[in-house]
C-alpha cells in the first residue's frame, strides 16, 4: 500500500493484515516502554482542514510512539486562512521532506487528489474528507469488534457478525467506510435511519435498511450497534428539515436503557464520536458494561500505528 485513502476497493487480505498489525501495536502498548524505533527520521505531517481534536491528537500519538517527527498544521491561522491552496500547501510540505500526510478536508475526494496530483511524493492517508470516507476510524470499529465478538480474532474477519448503524447516514463519512469495510471482512450491515437522512442510491449498497430503530432489534440478531453523531452543524436549519423536534428523533432513533436491554446479551455499543448524550445515545448505554465506545479512542492509536508502519516501513514492513 502507497496510500490509505478509503476502504472501498480494500481487499479482505488488506483490511485483516491492518488489523492483524493493530494488534501488534496495541500488544506493545501494554508494556512499560510504549515507544517503537519503527519510523526514526521519518516526517509525518497532520493537515487539518477541519477540526478534530480527536483524530488529530490520535494520529499524533500513533506517530510519535514509532519514533516519527510530527507537524501539526492547522488551516486556521496559517496561510491557508489567506488563500493559499491545497496544491501550494502540498509543495510547501514536500520541500519540508514529509513523509506521510494525514490529511482531514471538507471537501470530498481531497486526500485522492492530493494522492494522485504528483503534489507529494510521501504516503496519503485519509483522515475524513467531507461526507466520502474516514478508513482508520472505521478499521479501529472493526479492530474493538473483532476483540469483543470474535473468538480466536488474529488472522480472522468479522464473518456472519451483523452490525447496525443509526441515525445521520447522510452525513457520516463513517458510515460509507465501515459499510465497506464491514462486508468485505464477511458482516451484515443495517442502516437504521429515518428517509430524510438516507443518502441518493443507499438502495445500491451492500446493506438492508429499515427506518425504525425498534424494528431493526426486532428483525435482525445484532452483534453490535453503532449510534452516530446528528451533525447537526452540516445541516440546513440545524436540523429542522431533516426531523421534526430532537424529542421526535430520540423517540425513534435513541438508544436508551429499554432499548439496550432489548439486544442480545453479547451486544456491544459503539459510538464514532462525539457524542450528543440525551439525543442519538443516553447516558445508561453509553456508560453501561456493554458500552465499548473508551474502547474505540484507545484502539484508534494502534490501528493509526499500523496503517503508519505498514505505509512507511515499505518492505520491512510486509
Known amino acids: 500500500m502507497k496510500h490509505l485513502l478509503g476502504t472501498d476497493g480494500m481487499s479482505r487480505e488488506d483490511a485483516v493484515l491492518l488489523l492483524d498489525t493493530a494488534a501488534q501495536m496495541a500488544a506493545t502498548q501494554e508494556r512499560e516502554v510504549r515507544k517503537l524505533p519503527t519510523l526514526r527520521g521519518k516526517t509525518v505531517v497532520n493537515l487539518f482542514f477541519e477540526d478534530s481534536t480527536r483524530t488529530r491528537i490520535s494520529f499524533e500519538a500513533a506517530a510519535k510512539r514509532l519514533s516519527a517527527d510530527v507537524i501539526n498544521f492547522s488551516a486556521k491561522g496559517s496561510s491557508v486562512s489567506k488563500g493559499e491552496s491545497l496544491k501550494d500547501t502540498a509543495l510547501t510540505l514536500q520541500a519540508m521532506g514529509a513523509d506521510a500526510v494525514v490529511i482531514r478536508h471538507s471537501a470530498s475526494g481531497a486526500a485522492y487528489q492530493l494522492a494522485h496530483s504528483g503534489w507529494l511524493r510521501g504516503s496519503v492517508l485519509n483522515a475524513g474528507d467531507g461526507t466520502h470516507q474516514h478508513p482508520t476510524q472505521a478499521l479501529l470499529d472493526a479492530f474493538t469488534a473483532r476483540r469483543r465478538l470474535v473468538d480466536d480474532p488474529e488472522g480472522k474477519g468479522l464473518d456472519g457478525l451483523t452490525l447496525a448503524i443509526v441515525g445521520d447516514v447522510l452525513h457520516s463519512r463513517v458510515v460509507r467506510s465501515n459499510v465497506s469495510l464491514w462486508t468485505t471482512l ?133
Open 186 to 318: 464477511g458482516a451484515k450491515v443495517v442502516l437504521v435511519a429515518p428517509p430524510t437522512l438516507l443518502p441518493v442510491g443507499v438502495s445500491t449498497w451492500p446493506v438492508e435498511v429499515v427506518h425504525r430503530l425498534d424494528h431493526a432489534i426486532d428483525r435482525f440478531d445484532l452483534d453490535a450497534v453503532m449510534m452516530l453523531r446528528v451533525q447537526r452543524e452540516r445541516m440546513t436549519g440545524g436540523g429542522d428539515a431533516f426531523f421534526p423536534s430532537p424529542e421526535e428523533y430520540t423517540r425513534l432513533y435513541g438508544l436508551d436503557r429499554s432499548r439496550m436491554d432489548r439486544l442480545p446479551s453479547h451486544a456491544i455499543v459503539m459510538h464514532p464520536g462525539p457524542m450528543n448524550r440525551g439525543l442519538e445515545i443516553a447516558a445508561e448505554a453509553a456508560d453501561s458494561d456493554r458500552s465499548v465506545i473508551v474502547e474505540q479512542v484507545a484502539n484508534g492509536v494502534a490501528v493509526r500505528m499500523a496503517a503508519l508502519y505498514l505505509l512507511l516501513a515499505g518492505e520491512e514492513a510486509a
